[in-house]
């Protein structure tokens, strides 16, 4: 049924439960037996030799998928501690049978305030049903759980991590393993999600094929097949003016760098021709670094008309700047009808002065998303899929939103998440480089979603191979080690 790679909010994911349960006639506390059991043989194939567990239960289903993991422990041999922060009686549905048969195979609970004692701690304190930040004793617990020494398994999502967005509103289970069930939140996936998940697992429950028929997934994971499937080979008699000629626009005074970078990352990428227009105090440094540019001194509107002329695809912004000048280049360049990508100083332009154009990938951090959609970097991160889609709705655009979880969205509402990236990659000039691998695509042919979504898998992917070990990495490296990921 489901592709693995496609993502779903958590109301679709309870349309799933209830399609299996209403339409196929599986009871759901035989999904709750199957969520436990599949979390079970994940625990012991990665923990053999823990015999003690503490398991943490909340009030909801969650924590009833917690009831019988600690069931069939106890059934299996492990000495069990099962910490509750509801009374089994005040329990309901599902999770009340599953502490009912806890009680019955002869379990105890502890109140929360119990000493810890496992070697190895289940989180079923909240999954899906999250709706507000933890507080009180589930919050003292949540901090407990995260200060104890044994590792972590959460069932479902780290409990505090909100489904839907991956971020924590408050305390949150830092997992060094989550087994998630049915299908892929897409939380678990952007934002802070990263930092609480540990390793992630699906595991499906064995629920039929067709029960996400009629349900389209919310969001799509990117995989690194897509680049061989995006970037055909090449036919031998290949030259280079068949591969696009991108023309970089930016480098004010004392900003070369941030085009160079675009420039070689777009040369790597596969451009066969790649300019710099820049500003004339900065072509010849320009220059010196990478011979293989062609770097113009631009200082006047008609002399960057004439460069935008002879190219194919445009990058806007890097170190372009706020100068007179700047803003002169960029008013000059939005004429042209060339497929553009747009960033840095490029999207405050665009926020000063929106316009509507053909062809346009945005690139904004979430520093620059929150200046385009007029609100704060945190609200952005607050709901990143949101952001993305209404940053490609607002500006007529393909917008990709940088950070952990890369998200590239069209402007009628696809999304896709980059799973790969690394914290190395936090270094100035990365953005100039995505900048460049995407421009170049679009010179390459690819249309404006797929250069975009494309663009950012090879720069994570990049990223991932320059980073092996280290703990930073220049946005050079990552540019070098592009010959790497992309397909010959
Ligand atoms: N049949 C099903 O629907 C299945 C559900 N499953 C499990 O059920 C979970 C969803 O169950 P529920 O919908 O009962 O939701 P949860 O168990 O995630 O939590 C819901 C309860 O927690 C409370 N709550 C929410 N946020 C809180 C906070 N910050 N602090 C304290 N209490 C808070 C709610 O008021 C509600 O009582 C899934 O994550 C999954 O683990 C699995 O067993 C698979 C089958
Ligand atoms: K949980």
Known sequence: M???????RAEQVRELDRRAIEGHGI???ELMCRAASAAFDRLRARWPEVRTISVFCGAGNNGGDGYVLARLALEAGFDVQLIALKAPADLSGDALRAAQDWLQAGGTVDEAEASIHGALLVDALLGTGLDRAP???????????????????????????????????????????????????????????GAFTGQLLLDALDVPETLAEDLPADARLLEAAELARCLPSRPCHTHKGETGHVLVIGGDLGMSGAPVLS??????????????????ATAAAALAVQPELMVHSVDNPDALKARIGAADVLALGPGLGRSDWSQAMWSEAMKSARPMVLDADGLYWLAQRPRERQQLIITPHPGEAAMLLGTTSQAIQADRFQAVRSLADRYSAVAVLKGWGSLVATPDGQVEVCPFGNPAMASAGMGDALTGIIASLLGQGLAAFDAARVGVLAHALAGDRAARGRRQILASDLITALAEVLPA
Not at 263 to 280: F, M
């Open 27 to 29: 009871p759901g506390y």
């Open 135 to 193: 507080s009180g004793p589930y919050a003292e617990l949540i901090d407990r759980i995260n200060a104890h020494p044994a590792p972590v398994l959460s069932l479902d999502l780290p409990s505090g991590l909100n489904a839907d967005t991956g971020q924590a509103p408050g305390a949150c289970v830092r997992a060094e393993l989550t087994v998630t069930f049915i299908a892929l939140k897409r939380g678990l996936f952007t934002g802070g999600a």
């Open 2 to 8: 489901r592709h693995p790679l496609e993502l779903y």
């Open 263 to 280: 420039g070689q990352a777009a040369l790597r990428t596969g451009s066969g021709l790649v300019s710099l227009a820049t500003r004339g």
